[in-house]
């Protein structure tokens, strides 16, 4: 098993570019999640994915969107990127009923020059 | 809203010591759930341990045990027999119980642990 996979490892944009954080998991984890990392703050969730076909807003959402596609995938998308949005994003799975422990991607560092 | 303090930025400890580093959390519920995961510079989130809020029992895993202190909204991680494969970021998390918020984690801003030879 891969577990949850992130592409892609590096990425720079310019302020105003578009671009889609992919993520995937191969651990039938019902509920999926968004976070960002910046430097001297811990994780914040932007978005999460109860289940398939439902998505809701984190602590921090503006700016981001994000698509269930299926159980599987989670993808995160900055429509116009900003400054703003530097941060390594972490992608998260989390199992069925009764299970609480969340399993992490390997992160995405995203520079917006 | 939950909050979640780590009190010491860094940290140091010799090879083979043991060192315990703190987290306070803020919360009004009364079953919730607690996760230590480590960062190490391959910036690889893993979880070390967690503990159930109604267990009174402090969660242990190999070389790593949690003091847990409901009542203080208190929950330490102790590392025994330090490594240098310890070296890494280390972060405290809160989860809210089910049915309030689909188990979202809130963390704290994390510790800085270096294992010194």
């Known amino acids: 098993n891969a577990g949850v996979t992130q592409t892609p490892k590096f990425q720079v944009l310019k302020t105003g570019q578009s671009m889609t954080l992919q993520c995937a998991q191969d651990m039938n984890h019902n509920s999926m999640y968004w976070y960002r990392q910046d430097p001297g703050m811990g994780l914040r969730l932007i978005y999460y994915s109860a289940s398939e076909g439902t998505t809701d807003k984190g602590e921090v959402p503006n700016g981001y969107n994000v698509s269930r596609l299926n159980k599987r995938e989670f993808s995160l998308r900055l429509e116009s990127a900003a400054p703003s949005q530097t941060s390594v994003y972490f992608c998260a799975g989390r199992g069925g009923p009764g299970t609480d422990t969340q399993y992490f991607g390997p992160g995405t560092r995203l520079t917006v020059l | 809203a939950q909050t979640v303090t780590q009190s010491q930025p860094e940290m140091s400890v010799q090879e083979a010591e043991t060192v315990t580093l703190s987290c306070t959390y803020d919360?009004?519920?009364?079953?919730?759930?607690l996760f230590w995961y480590k960062q190490p510079p391959s910036r690889q989130m893993i979880l070390v341990i967690r503990?159930?809020?109604?267990?009174?029992q402090n969660a242990t895993e190999n070389r790593f045990s949690v003091n847990f202190q409901k009542a203080a909204k208190s929950f330490s991680l102790k590392i025994s027999d330090s490594q240098l494969g310890d070296t890494a970021m280390y972060f405290c998390?809160?989860?809210?119980?089910?049915?309030?918020?689909?188990?979202?984690?809130?963390f704290g801003k994390g510790t800085k642990l270096s294992v010194i030879p």
């Open positions: 998390a809160f989860m809210k119980p089910p049915g309030a918020g689909s188990y979202q984690l809130t």
């Open positions: 919360t009004s519920e009364n079953n919730y759930y």
């Open positions: 503990q159930e809020a109604y267990k009174q």
